[in-house]
């Protein structure tokens, strides 16, 4: 039977749910590309690939586009970050200090409705961008069904298949389990459930010192958990340089946030009173217990790759479940990777730009992505920014380099805004002086790095920095005094 033959028959909001239903439905067309996942890898493709008036479809399962970062990552954490500073701030006495007295409440229930509002209005954006550049969405989840094919199998159960000449895998990641340890994100929860909970923790232990973990951890001290961050490792975020890192740990600790560093968690029981954890030394010795109301596993994170139907054409998987990439491509020609479920960083941006470069190069032209040049930050106060090389890379690698450092202490802005912790460290090469790596943490560190991207994506020297003109007084005066502190004549510090 015909739409049109149906909808006579019907009331006029009947027909306009056939006819939705019907839209969604037929699918029997073919795609330019067809890509699965709506995350930034994802939708930055379709984007791009609209843009470049191709035919192509995103396929995403979740009531919303945006991926994990959007709808319960990057941004829901940052809108937390962000209002349990400004609670922190009013709570402490940061505020009376300045002259503005208030006598702060917490309403966490509104603190979450604000987070939930801001995250709706960016995922409502992304749609809006959708139909601005001619992206379909395909609501559903999809899987490889052989060469050229998706299937994708609607909430309802139905099932579509559509035809692609380029499929991209941009399907994202998932937390790292934890032997031992059930996520129930009752008691015992993961990212997700750390964004969400209703009341504040009245102590809350954090099972790995990476980026997740000290953020979230962030949050719920502020707002007056104490909290306990458990790491296997004897140092917090591997691989971050190893200087900033130690800066990053004596600041937290200052700000309450408690360490035990080299401990593994062996085990966790959850009961509707809390968690009892049995903890070990790394290195082995006897077991203790530590004791909690919640419980969050910030261990890492891991490709989602199953159900994809990789055995359909022949992919496979290395040890750690990412998949191959050679310019983005798999080992099967007209399938292509971005994102976390590829090697390098599981980052935001990093996705976002493997997304550019993938859609250009299914439409024939050249890109390439400069993985040397991608900055990663973490949300703390002070935030933490770095891009390049570290310190111990470089002496791994044998590589002579210089350092310039500058204290935040010695930046008027800085001083008069009252946040003069941390300092930038520029490494650069010893003999031609370029720029191969650069470390902040302290006041609006995510925003300042950009600033050294620029420079290191056109092979800058130090000196190219220290020669430049920067506004007075501002944070960014730290980035020449850096530079300039290379040579030995940093102004200020």
């Known amino acids: 039977m015909s739409l049109r033959a149906v909808g006579r028959g019907c009331f006029r909001g009947q027909a306009l749910r056939i006819r939705h239903f019907a839209e969604e439905r037929d699918m029997s067309e073919s795609f330019d590309v067809v890509i699965i996942g709506g995350g930034p890898g994802g939708y930055n493709a379709a984007i791009r690939a609209g843009q470049l008036g191709l035919k192509v479809a995103c396929v995403e399962g979740r009531e919303t586009l945006g991926g994990t970062c959007l709808n319960v990552g990057c941004m ?219 419980v969050l596993v910030a261990i890492g994170r891991r490709p989602y790759t199953e159900g994809l139907g990789l055995e359909t054409v022949g992919i496979t998987t290395d040890k750690r479940g990412m998949l191959g990439n050679q310019q983005h491509r798999s080992e099967v020609p007209g399938i292509w990777v971005i994102g976390d479920v590829t090697s390098g960083p599981m980052l935001a941006h990093k996705a976002e730009d493997e997304a550019i470069a993938c859609i250009e190069r299914i439409a024939g032209h050249a890109a390439e992505v400069n993985y040397a040049v991608i900055p990663s930050v973490i949300y703390t106060k002070p935030e933490v920014a770095s891009v390049g090389s570290s310190e111990q890379a470089l002496k791994e690698q044998g590589r002579a380099y210089k350092v310039g450092k500058f204290p935040f202490t010695a930046n008027s802005r800085a001083k008069i805004n009252h946040e003069a912790e941390g300092f930038v460290k520029v490494l650069a090469d010893e003999k031609t002086d370029q720029i191969l790596g650069v470390h902040i943490i302290g006041p609006s560190a995510g925003e ?22 920067h506004p007075h007084p501002t944070r960014s005066e730290a980035l020449r005094q850096a530079a300039m502190s290379v040579h030995g004549w940093a102004m200020q510090g």
């Not at 700000?255 to 009173?273: C, E, M, R, Y």
């Open 76 to 294: 829901p954490s940052k809108a937390l970050l962000h209002a349990s500073e400004l609670y922190e701030a009013a709570a402490s006495g940061e505020l009376n200090s300045l002259g503005v007295e208030v006598q702060p409440k917490l309403n966490l229930e509104q603190m979450m409705k604000q987070k939930d509002a801001s995250v709706s209005a960016l995922t409502k954006g992304i749609e809006f961008l959708f139909r601005k550049n001619k992206a379909q969405w395909i609501k559903g989840w999809g899987r490889l069904d052989g060469p050229g094919k998706v299937l994708v199998t609607h909430a309802d159960g139905t099932e579509t298949t559509l035809q692609a000449r380029d499929i991209v895998l941009a399907s994202g990641s998932e937390p790292m389990p934890l032997p031992g340890v059930t996520i129930d994100n009752k008691r015992i929860l993961d990212s997700t459930g750390a964004l969400a909970l209703a009341e504040v923790p009245k102590h809350l232990v954090v099972i790995g010192a990476g980026v997740i973990g000290l953020e979230l951890g962030s949050v719920w001290r502020r707002l007056g958990s104490e909290v306990t961050v458990v790491e296997y490792l004897d140092r917090i975020c591997p691989g971050l340089d190893d200087e900033t890192a130690g800066a990053l740990k004596r600041t937290l600790g200052k700000q309450g946030i408690n360490f035990k560093l080299g401990s593994k968690v062996v085990s966790a029981q959850a009961s509707s009173a809390g968690v009892e954890l049995a903890l070990e030394p790394a290195a082995g010795g006897a077991t203790e217990t530590l004791a909690a109301d919640y």
């Open 448 to 469: 300042l790095i950009g600033e050294y991207c620029v420079a290191m994506e056109f092979a800058a020297s130090a000196e190219d920095i220290a020669l430049i003109c």
